[in-house]
C-alpha cells in the first residue's frame, strides 16, 4: 500500500483513522522509532509513537482502551484539500480553511512562533513567519476511547 500523508480533518491521516488501536497503526504505519508515554494530570493514558523518518508523530488517548487521536506532523508531502500544505502562507491556509467552511481561526502569537486553531475542525498549524513548521490535528477522546462527537 503506498502511504500518503493527506489530512482528513475528524478522521485521520493517510492510512490512519482516528479511532483505531496502536496495533492497527503499526500493522499500517510500521514500527515506531520512538514511543512515549506521557503523565497528564488526569487518568487518561496518552501513548505517543514517534516515526522520525516520516516526520510524524502519532498519539493515542484513553483510560479503559487507548485509540488514535491525534497526529503531528511537518512532512513537506503532507496535503489537506489536495493542496501541499507546507508550501503555503499563512494567509494562504486561512483562505483554504474559509474556502472549506472553517472561518474565523483563533491566531496566537508565541515565542516567535504564530499558531492558527480551528476549533471547529481541531487543527493547529504552526508557523514561523511564512513558514509552515508543523500541523497538528485529531479528534476528542473519552476515557473509554470512544471518540466524542460534540
Not at 488526569?42 to 485509540?67: C, N
Not at 491566531?107 to 508543523?134: C, K, M, N, Q, V
Amino acid at each position: 500500500m503506498k502511504l500518503t500523508y493527506d489530512i482528513r480533518l475528524l478522521d485521520g491521516f493517510g492510512p490512519l483513522k482516528f479511532g483505531q488501536s496502536i496495533e492497527e497503526t503499526i500493522d499500517l504505519f510500521g514500527d515506531a522509532e520512538e514511543i512515549d508515554h506521557l503523565d497528564t494530570d488526569d487518568q487518561m493514558i496518552t501513548v505517543v509513537l514517534h516515526y522520525w523518518d516520516r516526520q510524524t508523530s502519532v498519539f493515542f488517548e484513553g483510560v479503559t482502551k487507548t485509540v488514535l487521536s491525534c497526529v503531528e506532523t511537518d512532512h513537506p508531502e503532507t496535503t489537506l484539500f489536495g493542496h501541499k500544505i507546507f508550501e503555503m502562507t499563512p494567509k494562504e491556509v486561512i483562505s483554504l480553511m474559509k474556502e472549506k467552511g472553517h472561518a474565523d481561526p483563533e491566531i496566537e502569537e508565541e515565542e516567535g512562533e504564530t499558531r492558527i486553531t480551528y476549533e471547529d475542525a481541531l487543527i493547529d498549524f504552526f508557523f514561523d513567519g511564512e513558514y509552515l513548521l508543523a500541523a497538528n490535528w485529531g479528534v476528542l477522546v473519552n476515557e473509554a476511547g470512544e471518540i466524542e462527537t460534540d
